[in-house]
């Protein structure tokens, strides 16, 4: 059966107009209690207030799809920009776990593998490189800890990379290049490429990874 085009909503921004109301309901009973002289819970409420409107507004400012899947391509959306990934560069989607005590813990991210890591450094808009960097902080503290529990070296991790030397040699410096960098860290102790947050779906991580792979499928017999 023919796969239609098919737009993820991610979960995280579901949520903007409820926060929006709910911020803007406790700034309006937080005045109303100012002016009744009861000004420390009107003060927490109105702080509370606000702060739950700037949760909303934010929301609010994330893109309507976080993910498209269609015939040719794999694409991510950040605010930042878009990113396209050829069915053809992509090995495989599947969740993370790290070595936690006697046991596994899932991080909330997806594990893209690829073939080619070059494509995506090439084609990523900067904007989009400079928020996944600063993003996948937490992940390189993550990959520390698994390096630590193998017993790994960890000085590579500890240390933030200027460049990044692709399969053919080509030394990438600037933003990509400390973006690749970082990308080629996390790889060595997390296993994949590209990290996709969780909250960016709009249906359990199985039910996703089901879709994506069955993508990936009717690409390849369709080539």
Request: charged fraction near 20%; glycine fraction near 6%.
């Amino acid at each position: 059966m023919e796969l239609k085009p098919t737009k993820i909503r991610p979960i995280s921004r579901r949520n903007h107009l409820f926060f929006s109301l709910l911020g803007f309901t406790a700034v309006f009973v937080g005045l109303i209690l100012q002016e009744y002289s009861l000004k420390l819970p009107g003060l927490i409420l109105l702080v509370a207030g606000l702060a739950t409107l700037m949760l909303g507004f934010f929301k609010w400012r994330e893109p309507e799809f976080s993910f498209e899947l269609n015939e040719q391509h794999f694409i991510w959306h950040l605010k930042q920009g878009s990113l396209e990934i050829a069915w053809d560069n992509i090995i495989d989607l599947r969740p993370l776990a790290v070595n936690k005590g006697q046991g596994k813990t899932e991080l909330y991210y997806l594990g893209l593998k690829l073939w080619n890591l070059t494509p995506i450094i090439e084609n990523v808009p900067l904007r989009m490189a400079k928020s996944l960097y600063h993003e996948y902080r937490s992940l390189l503290h993550v990959a520390l800890l698994e390096a630590q529990f193998r017993g790994d070296d960890v000085n590579q991790l500890q240390e933030d990379a200027d460049h990044w030397i692709d399969q053919q040699g080509l030394k990438v410096t600037d933003l990509k290049g400390v973006f690749a960098a970082r990308l080629h860290q996390l790889k060595l102790f997390l296993g994949a490429d590209l990290y996709l947050p969780v909250t960016s779906l709009d249906r359990n991580q199985g039910d996703f990874i089901e879709l994506f792979l069955s993508f990936k499928q009717q690409y390849e017999l369709n080539k």
